[in-house]
């Protein structure tokens, strides 16, 4: 079973994600939740709480485009699989296409905002084909159902506030939804 598989089999499970910052990451460890979303690690840091994750076992996902210190390049890819990362989530088309190189779970975030904004998705995807992909925000039905009947799984992120709008992504074709409202995780 590759790493994929089973990180699609927690979703099944339990498809709510837990969203992070340095904030927060405590509580995620202690919580249902099986698979972190990382948005605020830093170089100092990283290595630390990815053991921890795993120790609690989890899954960790690394934003990389947000990390501190780490560079947003093949390097910095390199260094977050050394560290024990589970994967990637990056909106940088090369960051997606340098982690799956290095065996890493990849995430592509896209922020659907508009009609061309969600025909530019369709063409990423096609140049990508990351593992999952991330699109924000995650409350937007359309998007969820248009993207959910392809052949990537779709994460519904970005202000999911209420279980109502978990389960409406749920029914709209989401594998999973990612919040950064801890009372969520526990759905």
Same mark, same amino acid.
């Given at each position: ?10 979703? #099944? ?31 100092? /840091? @990283? ?8 120790? /609690? ?12 210190? =780490? ?18 989530? %990056?909106?940088? %088309?090369?960051?997606? $296409? ?6 890493? @779970?990849?995430?592509? $975030? ?9 025909? %530019?998705?369709?063409? @990423? ?8 992909? #991330? !699109?924000?925000?995650?409350? !937007?039905? *359309?998007?969820? %159902? $248009?993207?959910? *009947?392809?052949?990537?799984? @779709? =994460?519904?992120?970005?202000? =999911? #506030?209420?279980?109502? #709008? &978990?389960?409406?992504?749920? $029914?709209?074709?989401?594998?999973? &939804? /990612?919040?950064?409202? /801890? ?5």
């Amino acid at each position: 079973m590759t790493q994929f598989d089973k990180i699609m089999d927690c979703l #099944e499970c339990n498809p709510v994600i837990a969203a992070v910052q340095h904030k927060g990451f405590d509580e995620a460890l202690q919580s249902p939740a099986q698979i972190i979303f990382h948005l605020g690690v830093d170089l100092l /840091s @990283v290595n630390d709480q990815i053991l921890q994750a795993h120790e /609690s076992g989890k899954f960790i996902f690394i934003h990389l485009d947000l990390a501190e210190g =780490i560079g947003k390049d093949r390097i910095g890819v390199q260094y977050l699989a050394k560290c024990g990362a589970d994967g990637i989530i %990056s909106t940088k %088309s090369q960051l997606i $296409r340098y982690a799956k190189e290095q065996g890493l @779970v990849t995430v592509q $975030r896209f922020f659907a905002l508009d009609s061309k904004g969600m025909d %530019s998705i369709e063409d @990423v995807l096609k140049n990508t084909n990351p593992h999952l992909m #991330e !699109i924000m925000p995650g409350v !937007i039905s *359309k998007a969820i %159902s $248009r993207f959910s *009947k392809g052949h990537i799984p @779709v =994460i519904a992120g970005g202000l =999911i #506030e209420t279980k109502n #709008e &978990v389960t409406d992504a749920l $029914r709209c074709g989401a594998a999973a &939804v /990612s919040t950064g409202q /801890s009372i969520l995780w526990y759905l």
